[in-house]
């Protein structure tokens, strides 16, 4: 199975910070990774698809890039609203494999 | 607006069998023009998200190895459900169970809408 190797684990930054979290996978996926934003209680939700394409409805402050093995999602300006825990998902191959989770407080 | 609802029992005996079922609304389970993965997480309380595993709406399955071979995942395409299958439970299948479609967009296919989830406890 392909590893997904995600950090921070966790971090704290203040109102209108720039945060990037790296997801580095084991091996070549191309571009078939997603992020997820999830919320104490609540499902996972779709952030960015194919590495770095907005899913409808997202802020524009939420971008991804990265390609191959290196894969990086940035909040350009953080707010309140975005506390929570960050997952990257890759489904290149089969088992699909989520990173470990960055947790992020806001200060 | 495409919604995906978890039913199923929140106490599960271990050795015993789980059942889920999620059902789909707001949008079709099977479309030919389009590739659907209706697809099953769980979310272990320590341990952050595990893929489970999925079925095409053509019925073809991909599972994840970790479960061996105690998962089964079907669709019922009139009912608009799709259902899990969890054989030999014990306390570490012990999650909340999420069902999520997957939407394929050239070659990713991601998880676009999601259930609520559902806990499963495994305790005598």
Known sequence: ?107 | QVHLQESGPGLVKPSETLSLTCSVSGGSISDSTRDYYWTWIRHHPEKGLEWIGHVHHRGITNYNPSLKSRVTISVDTPRRQFSLRLTSLTAADTAVYYCARGYCVTTDCPLDFWGQGTLVTVSS
């Open chain 1, 1 to 107: 199975a392909i590893q997904m190797t995600q950090f921070p684990s966790s971090l704290s930054a203040s109102v209108g910070d720039r945060v990037t979290i790296t997801c580095r996978a084991s091996q070549d996926i191309r571009i078939d990774l997603g992020w997820y934003q999830q919320k104490p209680g609540k499902a996972p939700k779709l952030l960015i698809f194919a590495a770095s394409s907005l899913q409808g409805g997202v802020p524009s402050r939420f971008s991804g890039s990265g390609s191959g093995t290196d894969f990086t999602l940035t909040i350009s300006s953080l707010q309140p609203e975005d506390s929570a825990v960050y997952y990257c998902l890759q489904d290149h191959s089969y088992p699909c494999t989520f990173g470990q989770g960055t947790k992020l407080e806001i200060k």
